[in-house]
């Protein structure tokens, strides 16, 4: 089985990359950076690197014909909150017109099945509810990404309606070491005791997947994964009040916290945002983060554990392995 990987080097992409090279697949990477130790470190154990970007739809093509995979996982995308209003266009140009030119790659070459990893966050908003892969957005996207997410989604769908053959992984938040989204920025600082007893949104529940979890479903999904699917993986669901006294419970340490109103925590976010981007860091915290606190994310896991058998960890037991492994 020859499979080809886009968004290989990641935070779920390395552990999707050396679970394909385990399971035995001639696995090829592409890359915009062949040279960096991360692709080199995948290079070492056996994956063969190809040099692109998905942004060049020649170039993809060329590589496609080159490669002649049978299998494609498009995990690739920008995954950022806060960005400034100057990188919307190339956060698109990534995630959705990135996956266009993919697609359009696969689909001239051949390719017997495509696995789409999207993500829950693409649905939006469920209102409170815990809700299956019928359900159908509902809100408006409370950040470019995800919008971009949004988008994305839809052309899947279009493209599997047209009779491409696609299958789409949607892992809810993905939480785990290295995690570079908001929440594992915060955890960071929370462990190294810098993190400020300030926060907002209590009662802000998501539904949270260990990206080891994630990794194992992806694999299960391009096994057996039936096509024209759509798969949530959600290990289970917490408000962001039951995600910090799980912290602080787990760690032994006493954090109280003041929950501030959304309109003080929305002029923070105005105010930190660019101080943060000035000093080279994600805005981590920023107006999207702040409206995206607030949010119902709840998914239910029902289907790939009925139908695939894939068993995610529940929100304390991934948020236990991630509290682990970052402590070290």
Known sequence: MRVLIAGG????GRRLTTAGLERGWEVHLITRKPGQPIPQGLAALGVHLVEGDLRDAQGLQDLFSQVRPTHYFHNAGWYELGIPGSS?????SVNVQGLIHALDAADRSGVQKIIFTSSTTALGDT???VVDEHFVRQSEPRSWYEHTLYEAFQIAMNRIEAGQPIVIGSPAQVIGAGDHSAF????????RRLLPPTLWAPQGTFSFAHVDDVASGLIRIMEAGRIGENYFMAGGVMT????VEFWSETTGRMFPVV???????????HLASPLLRLAGQPAFISPEVV?????????????IRNELGVSLRIAKQGWEATIEAERG
Not at 88 to 92: A, K, N, Q, V
Not at 291 to 303: G, T
């Open 9 to 12: 080097t990641g935070f779920i």
């Open 88 to 92: 919307r266009e190339s956060m698109w």
């Open 127 to 129: 209102n409170g509810e």
């Open 184 to 191: 594992g920025i915060m955890l960071r600082l929370f462990l």
């Open 240 to 243: 962001n009040r039951e995600m």
């Open 259 to 269: 929950w501030i109103p959304r309109s003080l925590a929305m002029a923070i976010g």
């Open 291 to 303: 409206r995206s606190s607030y949010a119902s994310f709840q998914y239910s896991d029902a289907k």
